[in-house]
């Protein structure tokens, strides 16, 4: 038999694997195997899609939207893209503006394709969601992290920015309500960040609004608010986590024009337009009035603090308080250099492995998001499935 020369890409083989997909498939294996694994690792809300927007969705079938889509999306879904932003955001955008995606995730990878040239730096300050570097990273640019600790509520100051800046710094990019902390950036504290910035007008900056309705604290605020940010920030948002709409893949960007047409140019190469029947429905989601939603918020703020005053009976976990999104993020630092069940703990990674084996609860480590000190905890699951599963988590480590 030949052996096989293994021709792939440097391009992939510099490519990491996806630290939350990979955990969930390892707990599927295990539940394949008749293991009761309780997964708190994925970023998925565990609602229905609501029924006005599937209804939508039906009508569209029923009309026969079957053909290609425009490839930066419908026209009446951009407009209703427009209408949100100024409604929510305060933001001001015009049609040609506005890039409708396969997902927030293709957005974000056309902005990094589109802007970002061989080595150029983006700075990230971590934790950061598990895909921001790799994409970087395709793009041939450098992810440059920026270290952020509880103490600060996982937020980078104006100081530390100021230091990760470089005469390569070509972008910023961030979360708000942050994927994995839960953390929210005030008005104050963007403003702060963004004087900072006005010393480099050559920076862009790409505000990640995902998790924007899944907020706690009574407000949200954009970095393009400011007028003099506004044509230096490329806004990400999209219906996966708020509306309950993972598997519908929408997502969008508001930012300056130019940016918008390179993106046009770069997905009508890659995928061209997204689905018809999910643009459609997405349109009704868009127009809806976000008290639709606020019982999946009020919901998942519950679970919050469900969460929290469980795992504070646990020595070893040191926990802020997230004011959006659905994750938690524990400093878990305290186990490391220890022995639990015979598992040597050296890091967030064997640490995340250890509850899995040995309490059967899946979560993420988090290296993959840049803070090797923590873990991420998911908790878009049952307020029972979260109670047994730190009930077990506390029992493993006891």
Not at 277 to 294: D, F, G, L, S, Y
Not at 301 to 326: Q, Y
Request: glycine share 6%; proline share 4%.
């Amino acid at each position: 038999m030949e052996t096989i020369i293994n021709s792939l890409s440097d391009r992939i083989n510099r490519l990491s694997t996806s630290q939350t997909l990979a955990m969930a498939a390892k707990a599927r294996e295990l539940r394949e195997e008749g293991k009761d694994v309780i997964g708190l690792s994925l970023g998925e809300p565990d609602f229905n899609t609501p029924d006005f927007i599937k209804e939508a969705a039906i009508q569209a079938i029923k009309e026969n939207y079957n053909s290609y889509t425009p490839v930066d999306g419908y026209k009446e879904l951009k407009q209703a893209i427009i209408t949100k932003f100024e409604r929510d955001n305060g933001l001001r955008y015009t049609l040609p503006q506005i890039i409708v995606s396969t997902g927030a995730k293709q957005s974000l990878a056309n902005v990094a394709m589109v802007l970002i040239n061989t080595g150029d730096e983006v700075i990230l300050p971590c934790p950061f969601w598990v895909s921001y570097a790799e994409i970087i990273k395709l793009a041939e640019g450098i992810p440059v992290e920026v270290k952020t600790t509880i103490a600060t509520d996982f937020k980078m100051t104006p100081e530390q920015l100021r230091a990760a800046i470089t005469p390569k710094t070509k972008m910023i990019w961030f979360s708000s309500p942050c994927n994995p902390s839960g953390s929210v950036y005030s008005k104050a504290e963007l403003r702060a960040l963004a004087d900072v910035l006005q010393d480099h007008p050559e920076i862009y900056v790409v505000s990640d609004e995902i998790y924007e309705h899944i907020n706690f604290r009574g407000g949200h605020f954009s970095m393009a608010q400011f007028d003099d940010m506004y044509d230096r920030t490329i806004t990400v948002n999209g219906v996966s986590k708020a509306f309950a709409m993972t598997g519908w893949r929408i997502g969008f960007i508001g930012a300056p024009a130019f940016i918008a047409r390179a993106c046009n140019k770069m997905q009508g190469q890659i995928t061209s337009g997204a689905n018809c029947i999910a643009q459609r429905a997405v349109i009704t989601a868009m127009k809806a009035n976000p008290n639709e939603i606020q019982y999946m918020v009020d919901e998942f703020k519950t679970r919050r603090d469900l969460v929290l005053d469980l795992l504070k009976d646990i020595d070893g976990f040191k926990t802020n308080i997230p004011e959006g999104a659905f994750y938690v993020f524990p400093d878990i630092s305290a186990f490391f250099g220890k022995k639990l069940r015979g598992h040597l703990i050296n890091n967030a990674t064997d640490f995340s492995m250890f509850l899995l084996e040995e309490a059967l609860v899946a979560t993420v480590t988090g290296d993959a998001f840049g803070n090797p000190d923590c873990i991420r905890i998911s908790y878009a699951a049952s307020q029972d499935q979260i109670i047994e599963a730190i009930k077990r988590i506390k029992e493993a480590v006891a």
